[in-house]
């Protein structure tokens, strides 16, 4: 062998791997593996954690039943309980109150001074002020108060102490024979006593007047007579919590709702809430509004108070409709702090909810119970028997609210004229019933998703389309890295300057955006048109892509222009006509509401749509360009060579070959948009509304996670719920994102090279 061979023969080791190298690769795949892996569990993670938070809002009521206690008397009258319901009591209509203690089954009885010596024949019970309200049957309607107090022993041991405070009677001045049924309505210094006596009904007006010394003395301030604006004989009545609402049922099935006004009780309305059939019992629900009625067949319906349109006084109308009760005694008590209520007839027992219209827990007693009681927290309800029997029943539900109706149904809330889809977490009162309907967020979150793609994807595709195909290389390595960093800008910068600087400009100048939008496209396809029309001689001046030198400044020639034209265009087509002076106004912002019967906002979706489209472009811009810039050159080069020209390689060859990468950045830019938090923020009005208005505002998933979270109790149906709205996020986001997915595979395979 030619020495001069072996010395240019390779040596094998020159092919060897270093150990070291091995090692780290080995490590690397290692620890790529690793994180891949963390980064699923943490997906999985967070979902799990999501729904471990939402899971009790689904869940129904816990009750459980304790051991029932035997009390000997009379058929009781009514039953009530303190706040801690700890000393229920019973009241059988002598001059005795029975406490009970049910954690060692003592008992004590305390009299009513005010109660020796006479008939009662009629009583009711405010839980609220620990009233209880007695008819005689002389004719004469009193109260006497039940008062609990707290004492601590010195070893730190709790011990409630009831005792009993009366109060002046008062004579029925209208009707005949003993009082039959009576309400009372305690609105602080005006009071009043609705009264139905064997013959007549009435309303006792009551006030309390200041001395100069000692205590204000409650005193007979009027009286009404109501007996000849009711037909019929009266079967219930019911006075509101402040006594200036009054509904008497009458046994012919017609209910007559009284308004105090001025101190004098005036008819505002009569319906037959059954159509036809009497009335049992008639309950204010907590907060006033809304009153349960129950027909003499177990049947309940609830109604409230609403406007109905064109009408200015506040009516009763139905607004939901429970199972009836079957046979039995039909019983009742209200919630002190929930709009939920315990009913039942016969010994079938359920809790309701208002708001959401659920029966929250069925249940059936071990006797049939006559009289029900919720205590203040609403943590234990009680009942009682014919024959003295006691019952205390633990309750937990503390998401009465809450369900797949209240979340994603029309509700009718109280004072609404009709059911619909509203999110109002909060109010100003304790009544306040909340709005939890996530549909206005989700409209709201695809509607700002909607408008930021619709500005964002034709400048992002026809910019990466003319970036990847006709821009100069030299221009492309300034254009391309330009746009990857308008992606770095902060959402929180691009919303401060939506809702700070732009908002005010585009308030009055709408007329001059809707020109602009429309000059733009036109001027270019203008542009295009004569440009190929030209010689050869003058095309050849701005070959390689350089069309945009003459390109630019007449766009931005016919923007100026149109922006000047703004105003004219308002002249001549928006213009608002006054209704009461007929003068016309050339306003857009007027106009817009008159014309279309819809709002008008400064932060609205046109401002959202701008701003986030923003942001928006460089994510779709990047993928796309980058996916259109990788169609192999061999194909664009046969192409061209065949004789087509530059947009036809354009339009059937780039664009296919590169549509799964053009798909995949429009759903990542769909991700980029939905997901969106800080401007959305910062450059809308954030009022959650089902409308598509381009010029409203609106409230989307993300956004009201942020704004309402940290305001959150924790463990509270308002909390819960937002974790609610961030899973509905997360669904969909990976339900269009899988949708993606399939399509950027078929379509991969569609236009996939042979």
């Known amino acids: 062998m030619n020495p001069s061979d072996q010395q240019s023969a390779p040596d094998p080791k020159r092919f060897e791997v270093s150990k070291r190298t091995l090692l780290l690769d080995r490590a690397m795949t290692h620890l790529i593996s690793v994180g891949g892996l963390a980064v699923i569990l943490a997906v999985f993670g967070i979902f799990f954690f999501i729904v471990k938070e939402i899971i009790p809002l689904f869940s129904s009521a816990e009750v459980a039943a304790e051991e029932v206690v035997e009390t000997s008397g009379e058929y009781p009258m009514l039953l009530g309980v303190d706040e801690w319901g700890e000393r229920p009591f019973l009241y059988r209509g002598g001059p005795e109150v029975v406490f009970l203690n049910l954690e060692d089954g003592g008992r004590e009885v305390l ?26 049957a002389d004719g004469r309607v009193g109260s006497f108060l039940v008062i609990y107090k707290t004492e601590f022993a010195e070893d730190g041991t709790r011990s409630v102490v009831p005792s009993i405070g009366v109060e002046p009677w008062f004579e029925v001045e209208g009707g005949e024979g003993p009082v039959k049924l009576l309400s009372y309505g305690d609105g602080g210094s005006k009071r009043n006593i609705l009264v139905s006596r064997e013959e007549g009904v009435s309303v006792i007006r009551l006030g309390q007047k200041k001395s100069l010394i000692g205590k204000a003395k409650l005193t007979k301030l009027g009286f009404d007579d109501l007996a000849d604006q009711v037909d019929g004989k009266v079967s219930s009545l019911s006075a509101s919590q402040n006594g200036q609402a009054l509904l008497i049922g009458t046994e012919n099935g017609t209910v007559r709702y009284f308004l105090i006004e001025a101190g004098v009780p005036l008819l505002k309305q009569t319906f037959e809430p059954f159509g036809g059939k009497a009335v049992a019992r008639m309950d204010y629900l907590f907060g006033g509004v809304s009153v349960a009625m129950t027909a003499v067949d177990g049947e309940q319906r609830v109604f409230s108070l609403f406007r109905p349109e064109g009408s200015d006084e506040r009516l009763f109308g139905q607004t939901k409709s429970f199972a009836a009760l079957g046979d039995g005694v039909p019983l009742f008590a209200p919630s002190l702090r929930k709009k939920s209520f315990l009913t039942g007839a016969g010994g079938n027992l359920s809790v309701r909810h208002l708001t959401s219209g659920a029966t929250r827990w069925e249940g059936r007693a071990d006797f049939e119970p006559v009289t029900a009681v919720i205590d203040g927290k609403t943590e234990n309800f009680f009942i009682a028997g014919a024959e003295g029997q006691v019952q205390r029943f633990s309750f937990e539900d503390h998401h009465p609210e809450a369900g797949f109706k209240a979340f994603f149904g029309k509700v009718w809330y109280e004072g609404g004229e ?77 919303g401060f300057l939506a809702g700070i600087w732009l908002a005010p400009i585009l308030d009055d100048k709408v ?47 016919a923007a100026w222009l149109a922006w000047s034209l703004g105003p004219a265009l308002e002249k001549l087509i928006f213009v608002y006509k006054d209704p009461a002076s007929g ?84 759903m990542i830019g769909f991700g980029r948009a939905v997901g969106e938090t800080m401007i959305v923020v910062m450059a809308t009005g954030n009022t959650p509304v089902t409308e598509w208005n381009i010029f409203s505002g609106m409230r989307t998933l993300s956004a009201n996670i942020a704004v309402e979270l940290p305001e959150a109790a924790p463990g509270s149906t308002h909390y819960r719920t937002l974790f609610l709205g961030a899973l509905v996020l997360f669904m969909l986001t990976f339900i269009l994102n899988s949708f993606a997915e399939v399509m950027r595979q078929r379509l991969r395979e569609k236009n996939k090279l042979v």
């Open 583 to 666: 003068k016309e106004i050339a306003d857009f912002r007027l106009w817009w509401p008159q014309a279309t019967n819809s709002s008008y906002d400064q932060r609205n979706s046109l401002v959202v749509g701008f701003a986030m489209g923003f942001a928006v472009i460089p994510v779709i811009f990047t993928i796309a360009e980058d996916s259109l810039s990788n169609v192999p050159k061999t194909l664009t080069a046969a192409a061209s060579a065949l004789g087509a020209s530059r947009w036809q390689v354009v339009r059937s060859i780039v664009i296919p070959v590169a549509s799964p990468g053009i798909f995949s950045a429009l």
């Open 111 to 136: 009299p009513v001074p005010s109660l020796e010596g006479v008939e009662v024949t009629a009583a009711s019970y405010d839980a609220v002020n620990q009233r209880v309200s007695v008819g005689l």
């Open 511 to 557: 007329p001059s955006v809707i020109l602009v939008c429309l000059s733009l496209p036109i001027s270019a396809l203008l542009v295009g048109i004569i440009w190929s029309r030209q010689p050869m001689a003058v095309r050849g001046r701005f070959e390689g892509g350089r069309e945009w030198m003459v390109l630019l400044p007449i766009l931005m020639g």
């Open 418 to 494: 009709e059911p619909v889809f509203q999110w109002q977490s909060t109010g100003g009162s304790d009544d306040f019933e909340p709005k939890l309907s996530l549909i206005p967020l989700i409209v709201g979150s695809l509607k700002g998703t909607f408008y930021a793609l619709l500005f964002s994807i034709p400048i992002a595709l026809l910019a990466a389309v003319f970036s990847a195909s006709f821009l100069p290389a030299d221009m492309k390595r300034v254009v391309k890295p330009a746009m990857e960093i308008m992606a770095s800008l902060p959402s929180v910068v691009l």
